[in-house]
């Protein structure tokens, strides 16, 4: 790439190296604007004669076209790219989803010295017409071999952000205390009906049970068998473990246990497991407060169809100190 001051009158085409203002401060053309024949009409009639300019060298690649082939290479699923000014490109979800993140690869791409690119955090719901990710280039042009290098990685990696949609939000939630199952009713319902209607869910079946493993697992068939999103198990009570009640009420049922322990606070004593593809969650006293908790970082996955693993838990310790 190379600058250079020219004719007004030769400047169609090429691309401004600064902003060029009217007097008094007012922005007339925008550095990296690409000068058409009604810019050079403008000009002229602004009384410039000559124009500083850039113009790409063999070998080189234009921001816009550079950044618009990485967000096309870098995402899939619920997802429109917009071309921004200066050599940048938004991603915008074009409906409600969850914001799948492969972070080794983000960082990755990010060291290289083309371009650059900024996300929402992996889970996070967003909703249409929100921004998921933007795309920034090196001022004017990249080299055509950084850019190459970028898309080959991108095509042996796959995407580095998928805009997952949530469609069915139907959830299942079983009220569960040692006493009487509609005392943890009393005190969560409210709550968790607003957690939920942040995320465009709605409680869809719920049962009340005593504390109790026969209990607890026939109530988890009854709603097992409805074929939810998630069933979320809001107990009154905090396991020790798998081997309390409520996952032996999980085993029992055909549940596997993914992943008891979340490096989230609060939310520490989360349970998850999965009966075939449905997820089952427990997560004693977050009901009990509309504040973030791991419910906030789980639900949004889940009510996107995406089985999260236990070690995709287990990596929420770095952000999840949430309160």
Same mark, same amino acid.
């Given at each position: 790439?190379?600058?250079?001051?020219?004719?007004?009158?030769?400047? /169609? +085409?090429?691309? %401004?190296?600064?902003?060029?203002?009217? #007097?008094?401060?007012?922005?007339?053309?925008?550095?990296?604007? &690409? $000068?058409?024949?009604?810019?050079?009409?403008?000009?002229?009639?602004?009384?410039?004669?000559?124009?500083?300019?850039?113009?790409?060298?063999?070998?080189?690649?234009?921001?816009?076209?550079?950044?618009?082939?990485?967000?096309?290479?870098?995402?899939?699923?619920?997802?429109?790219?917009?071309?921004?000014?200066?050599?940048?490109?938004?991603?915008?979800?074009?409906?409600?989803?969850?914001?799948?993140?492969?972070?080794?690869?983000?960082?990755?791409?990010?060291?290289?010295?083309?371009?650059?690119?900024?996300?929402?955090?992996?889970?996070?719901?967003?909703? /249409? +017409?929100?921004? %998921?990710?933007?795309?920034?280039?090196? #001022?004017?042009?990249?080299?055509?071999?950084?850019?190459?290098? &970028? $898309?080959?990685?991108?095509?042996?990696?796959?995407?580095?952000?998928?805009?997952?949609?949530?469609?069915?939000?139907?959830?299942?939630?079983?009220?569960?205390?040692?006493?009487?199952?509609?005392?943890?009713?009393?005190?969560?319902?409210?709550?968790?009906?607003?957690?939920?209607?942040?995320?465009?869910?709605?409680?869809?079946?719920?049962?009340?049970?005593?504390?109790?493993?026969?209990?607890?697992?026939?109530?988890?068939?009854?709603?097992?068998?409805?074929?939810?999103?998630?069933?979320?198990?809001?107990?009154?009570?905090?396991?020790?473990?798998?081997?309390?009640?409520?996952?032996?009420?999980?085993?029992?049922?055909?549940?596997?246990?993914?992943?008891?322990?979340?490096?989230?606070?609060?939310?520490?004593?989360?349970?998850?497991?999965?009966?075939?593809?449905?997820?089952?969650?427990?997560?004693?006293?977050?009901?009990?407060?509309?504040?973030?908790?791991?419910?906030?970082?789980?639900?949004?996955?889940?009510?996107?169809?995406?089985?999260?693993?236990?070690?995709?838990?287990?990596?929420?310790?770095?952000?999840?100190?949430?309160?």
């Amino acid at each position: 790439m190379r600058a250079l001051t020219i004719d007004v009158k030769e400047s /169609a +085409g090429r691309i %401004l190296c600064c902003t060029i203002f009217r #007097p008094g401060g007012r922005k007339l053309l925008a550095k990296g604007h &690409v $000068l058409s024949d009604e810019d050079v009409r403008l000009l002229e009639t602004e009384g410039m004669g000559q124009v500083w300019v850039t113009e790409l060298e063999d070998g080189e690649i234009g921001e816009d076209d550079a950044v618009m082939t990485v967000a096309g290479a870098m995402c899939c699923g619920s997802v429109e790219i917009r071309l921004a000014a200066g050599g940048r490109a938004n991603l915008i979800a074009t409906e409600s989803c969850c914001a799948l993140i492969d972070d080794e690869l983000l960082k990755q791409i990010n060291c290289t010295s083309s371009v650059v690119i900024a996300t929402v955090p992996n889970f996070r719901y967003v909703r /249409a +017409g929100e921004r %998921l990710a933007t795309i920034k280039s090196a #001022p004017f042009a990249v080299a055509q071999a950084q850019l190459e290098a &970028v $898309l080959s990685i991108l095509n042996e990696r796959g995407p580095i952000l998928q805009a997952r949609p949530i469609r069915d939000g139907g959830v299942a939630v079983l009220f569960s205390d040692p006493v009487h199952g509609d005392r943890a009713r009393t005190l969560f319902e409210n709550i968790l009906r607003t957690r939920l209607e942040h995320f465009d869910a709605t409680v869809r079946y719920a049962l009340s049970s005593v504390e109790d493993e026969d209990q607890v697992s026939r109530a988890l068939g009854h709603l097992l068998r409805a074929k939810p999103s998630v069933i979320l198990v809001a107990s009154t009570t905090a396991p020790a473990g798998p081997e309390d009640v409520i996952g032996r009420a999980m085993t029992k049922v055909g549940a596997h246990i993914e992943r008891f322990l979340a490096p989230v606070e609060p939310g520490n004593l989360m349970l998850m497991g999965y009966k075939n593809e449905v997820p089952i969650i427990s997560a004693p006293c977050c009901y009990r407060s509309a504040k973030a908790n791991v419910l906030d970082l789980l639900l949004p996955p889940v009510l996107a169809k995406y089985r999260i693993s236990g070690w995709e838990i287990a990596c929420l310790g770095h952000g999840g100190l949430l309160g």
